[in-house]
DNA sequence: TTGTATGCGTTATCAA
DNA sequence: TTGATAACGCATACAA
């Protein structure tokens, strides 16, 4: 009853061979019904689980996949990774994630539990941080990124059209008038962030409007950093007439600060972020923002992984999916 | 270059035998510096990395451990598994995190990862779905509660005294003033909750204030279902002087919600939530709270559950952190 | 339909 | 100091 047998005992317990008992729990035609209830009795009364550590070994596959995330603390991979398990669970796979805290001692870590077959295959949600380690895995092993991806990766990725999106976002503003516009971005080097801020850049370009470089502006993706961007920009007695985050975290921040400061919004700064968290409804004003389809995004990344770990031919290795502006009361 | 190599292979390498390359690999002092070096250069030339698999079936243990979540939305727990996380790389274990998302089946999936010897053990953050599953594995494997706890277990716990923390939160709405309190729970069975009910009925009943039960109103944790208790409460005719909310979210909803329908926080209605999440600074006017010691919590978690698979012995198996009572403008 | 025996990649015991 | 070899728990080719 306590203890957890093995495959060798149930088979003496049963007074068969391990090997039948092996096709009894791999539910094999080729052992008799009779057999299969003597085996299933004994299991049962044991209260036997096979090892896994032995059968993966053996099968050299485990069945589960990992999701590599920088922070549980980032609300937006939360619904993507809903949209993961959802296909992880429909074919079979169990989901894992882990967080590396951007450190990439930890990352290299957790990379090495794809080396030796613990999991199956690895999602990257959002950008990884050792693009070398990276780019010699991914041609031995299955692996996909979700929403960060690299210039010259040759694994599968899934994600928005960042460039577009921002440039989308720009042209809402300038089509409401607003003319001197602040980006609010992070210095962290991703491809996604270079593409957005292209994206704002050739907005105003193409509308005709010069840059000032003064009014790009970083943060860390977080309320607090975008509190204390616009602050210092506000400080040195700037005034943009509105503000384009990359994150609504970020957006958020300066909703409140200017609120705090007693700008009018939308009247006198409109505020435009990214993501469509939960924040950006729950402000007051609730906030515009360029949504992301997240659980697709999820469910993308996980089938091209599954697909990939089960050598099925992927046709489409590089999908992007729709954003969507949603205007609401940050702006006029 | 490419494809692992197996022990076997960096034996013929090298010219040693497998032995001599596994005790290389556990840097063993029986093995000479000279041949270790010989072992170690052919394990760099080969980039060879160790088939945890085979290790672990070997000596039966993975050093992994494996937090169950019910879902990766709550704010709350991403700073309670950072904790985690710095206690488990310290003393040489990974952390894997998975979601539930409440559903049982999926929580007897990870569950499994336990009995099949996938992970050494298991913390369960927040509370977990099939008490019966869980009151028959706790016994043989290493197993933990974070925040969440049953009346009768025995595994180790940690947590906040929920019952104190709901007491002294209605005491200071009492000692400002506040009369007819309102408590924003959940419907869900957990202790924690419970206790919070039990603490702000108490309180009350000790100050000498009658219960009214139409007062005790639910939500599900989340922003909007705060919102829509309290509005169903208002829609009734229903005006209590004061809320206390066991989520940051809910209360936050509550605020939202009177503001939009013009009453004054924190002069009509005082508000109190749960937990200092980021939310509750996000605000305006800000949140007051009950805070707890979100890191503290995870590392006395890990450290309790890595000590019960070391062996060691675990003096104090339930251990109650302080909690703290936060306040900000949304009580007067 | 069942059993025997081998191997998956390690570590550890025992000899040499 | 090193090597041969037996486990660990399982799945499967081959024999019976």
Redesign the pocket.
């Given at each position: 009853m306590i203890g957890i047998a093995?495959?060798?005992e149930i088979a003496k317990l049963a007074?068969?061979?391990?090997?039948?008992v092996?096709?009894t729990?791999?539910n094999s035609?080729?052992?008799?019904e009779?057999?299969?209830q003597k085996v299933r009795k004994v299991i049962a009364q044991t209260d036997y689980s096979?090892?896994v550590?032995?059968?993966n070994?053996?099968?050299?596959q485990t069945r589960t996949v990992l999701v590599i995330l920088q922070t549980l603390a980032n609300a937006f991979f939360s619904k993507v990774i809903r949209g993961m398990e959802r296909i992880a669970n429909e074919r079979g796979y169990k989901l894992l994630i882990c967080m590396t805290n951007a450190k990439e001692e930890s990352e290299r870590n957790y990379l090495d539990m794809l080396l030796n077959r613990q999991v199956d295959g690895i999602i990257f949600a959002g950008s990884f941080i050792n693009e070398t380690n990276i780019l010699d895995l991914e041609k031995r092993f299955p692996m996909v990124t979700c929403t960060g991806y690299l210039q010259h990766q040759t694994m599968p990725y899934v994600s928005i059209d960042d460039y577009q999106a921002a440039y989308d976002a720009i042209c809402v503003l300038l089509g409401k008038g607003y003319r001197n516009i602040a980006m609010l971005s992070v210095a962290n080097g991703f491809l996604s962030t270079a593409l957005r801020e292209k994206g704002y850049l050739d907005a105003l370009k193409d509308y005709g409007i010069s840059i000032d470089p003064s009014m790009m502006i970083y943060g860390d993706y977080g309320f607090t950093s975008g509190a204390a961007a616009i602050s210092a920009l506000l400080d040195q007695g700037k005034l943009p007439d509105a503000v384009f985050a990359i994150s609504d975290n970020m957006a958020a921040g300066v909703l409140q600060t200017c609120l705090d400061r007693g700008i009018q919004i939308p009247q006198e700064l409109g505020i435009i972020g990214f993501d469509n968290n939960n924040i950006s409804r729950y402000m007051r004003p609730q906030l515009s923002t360029v949504g992301q389809p997240r659980a697709e995004l999820g469910e993308v990344a996980m089938n091209l992984l599954i697909d990939q770990i089960e050598g099925k031919d992927i046709p489409q290795r590089k999908v992007i999916l729709p954003h969507e502006i949603i205007l609401r009361d940050s702006t006029r």
């Open positions: 093995t495959i060798k007074g068969v061979s391990i090997a039948t092996s096709r729990l791999n035609p080729a052992v008799s009779k057999t299969k096979p090892n550590l032995g059968r070994l053996r099968l050299n």
